[in-house]
């Protein structure tokens, strides 16, 4: 299927140093996961890194990716398996038992919003843009942005803008949004910025924020990521390697958080243990991988990202 697009004009963030993190042995077969497929940008250079034989496997909720990166794929000359799914990649283990996959050597993810989504109207992930609240990765899923601002209670918008947006003034959003939608449902991205603009006197920054939190309430992005981080450490197999890019603190903290217990051993005090826990990775990065200085020049929305790498011991 043909689809018109801008996906010419994207730029993937940290490609070289993802693409070097997936380590492909010549001596076994490999399955590699991407488990934000997008639109196989990272995808399309490590395919080309694989062997015939090894399986390549590409995780995304939203339809219209995935028929944009199928095409970007049948253009490779590969004999590696090359097996895209329609899920979120809180779903991993489910969706890769199906394939009869319980073990894998290599993972990653490039967290947040593709630049496509941004520059959807449509689909209002960018504020710059006017179109309706939705918000939603997988459009089958029945939760929109607009309704979380149009019904929800009070507390919970406070909760959202608080812990998801780390915005300062979210007790008094929360509350205005709630007087607002009495006269006006929300329903459009103007609709929300003419609100902060009259009602807040809000700063870019603020807007920033409101988006982000609304966004991630949507999709329960931080939940779903720590639901999949666990099941990916117990897939690797050992030697296989897990990349992470992020692009807020929220997602960073859960990714740092989820490697530090990893790297630990059993720290139970009883004298028979009771956890049972051993570490199971190591980092192969203790500091965070930025972008260079000169990919944060030509690509601004690199500026955000960091990037935290581990190995299965």
């Keep these: 299927m043909n689809v018109k697009t801008d996906a010419n004009i994207h730029t993937s963030v940290l490609l070289e140093e993802l693409v070097s993190a997936v380590t492909i042995h010549h001596s076994a077969k490999n399955i590699i996961v991407d488990c934000t497929l997008g639109l196989a940008w990272h995808a399309s250079q490590v395919i080309q890194k694989m062997n015939p034989g090894d399986i390549f496997i590409g995780f995304d909720a939203d339809e219209r990716n995935l028929m ?22 809180e779903h991993l283990r489910e969706e890769l038992a199906k394939h009869d996959i319980h073990s894998i050597t290599g993972i990653y993810y490039d967290l947040g919003v593709s630049s496509m989504h941004f520059d959807q109207a449509e689909r209002w992930f960018s504020l710059r843009l006017d179109g309706p609240l939705d918000m939603r990765f997988n459009t ?14 009070e507390k919970d918008l406070f909760q959202i803008f608080k812990e998801y947006g780390e915005e300062p003034h979210c007790r008094k959003i929360a509350a205005r949004v709630i007087t607002a939608r009495k006269q006006k449902k929300f329903q459009t991205t103007t609709d929300l910025n003419d609100f902060l603009d009259s009602e807040i006197n809000s700063h870019i920054k603020t807007k920033t924020r409101v988006f982000q939190a609304l966004r991630i309430e949507v999709n329960w992005e931080l939940d779903t990521l720590k639901w999949s981080l666990s099941q990916a450490i117990e897939l690797l197999g050992s030697g296989g ?26 720290i139970c005090s009883d004298i028979i243990c009771q956890c049972w826990h051993k570490k199971s990775l190591k980092l192969i ?18 500026r955000s990202a960091k990037a935290r790498h581990a190995q299965k011991i």
């Design 241 to 266: 390697n897990i990349f992470v890019i992020s692009f807020h603190s929220l997602e960073d903290r859960i990714t740092k958080q989820t490697f530090k217990r990893e790297t630990r051993d059993c």
């Design 68 to 89: 944009l990166a199928q095409e970007r794929l049948e253009a490779l000359k590969t004999k590696t398996k090359i097996v895209l799914i329609h899920s979120n990649f």
């Design 140 to 153: 089958r899923s029945w939760k929109t942005a607009a309704d979380v601002l149009n019904y929800s209670e």
């Design 285 to 302: 990065n203790k500091k965070p991988i930025l972008p260079w200085a000169e990919e944060q020049k030509t690509n601004s929305r690199s």
